[in-house]
């Protein structure tokens, strides 16, 4: 069975993907994670996990293309450039208007 | 060139027995690292190979304290005597090629060292005391490993038989196998190979 290794770094930082290792069960697995993963005083902690049981999320849908979802989808400088030109003040800053 | 300290000297007690578990670790140490590439699976390959690096760092401590007693150096104890000089058990003389021979061996010394150890955690001598306590903690690593894999393979026909093939062999120190002295011959390979009078 494969094991998928998450090790932390220094407490409080977020959990990375290290590696797989392949074992019995985990039993085995915590040995082999030990082993890999921490002889060399690399990490404060493991999470070790079976791979059949995470959770994968692969398919995300966006049919009517919800730019403004995104981060990057919501172009503020664009905006205010069409703005400025729809007002006719595109460069006049306290002008009337 | 072999130490003549040994024969010239009658060996204290201290180092009597710090060289019995020296030898019994250098010598485990070296077989267990013929695994190294060959293992069953890789992970077991990293496993096997800490295991065996760890048993040659007890031995080596174990040398030096003993050096000390008889006014020699750790390399000289590990590598300089003959093969019959070398008190090890015959339980880890033996090259075992097959896995579970190889692992009955690592079950049946894992348990008769941590009697050892906890004997010598127990003695008055403060130095053998703590540098057991220090092996101690490393071993528990090791025991774990063993009982893990005693779990898994405790019904197969061959593991059975394996144990009781080498129960017997565990404490017996009244003389050697055939293959220590072949063993000895490739372990001191590269120390006989150096050249008089220069220092490594």
Known sequence: ?97 | MVSPVLRRVSVPARAELLLEIADDELILGWRDSEWTGIAPFLEEDVAFSSIAQNEIGHARALYELAARDLGTTADELAFDRKPEEYRCCELVELRLPEWERTIARHVLYEQADAERLERLKGSDDAEVAGLAAKIDREEAYHRLHAEMWHERLRNEPRYVEALEELRPLVDRRDGHTPELAPLWEEMTSVRRSQPAGTVW
């Open chain 1, 1 to 97: 069975m494969i094991y998928e290794v998450f090790r932390q770094e220094r407490k409080g930082q977020a959990f990375q993907h290290a590696g797989s290792i392949e074992a019995a069960d985990e039993r085995f697995a915590e040995a082999y994670a030990r082993e890999q993963y921490g002889r060399r005083g690399e990490s404060v902690a493991l999470w070790v996990v079976a791979r059949e049981s995470l959770l994968r999320i692969e398919d995300f849908v966006d049919e009517l293309n919800r730019n403004y979802h995104r981060v990057d989808g919501y172009p503020l400088k664009e905006k205010l450039r069409e703005a400025r030109e729809r007002a006719g003040t595109a460069t006049n800053k306290g002008g009337q208007g």
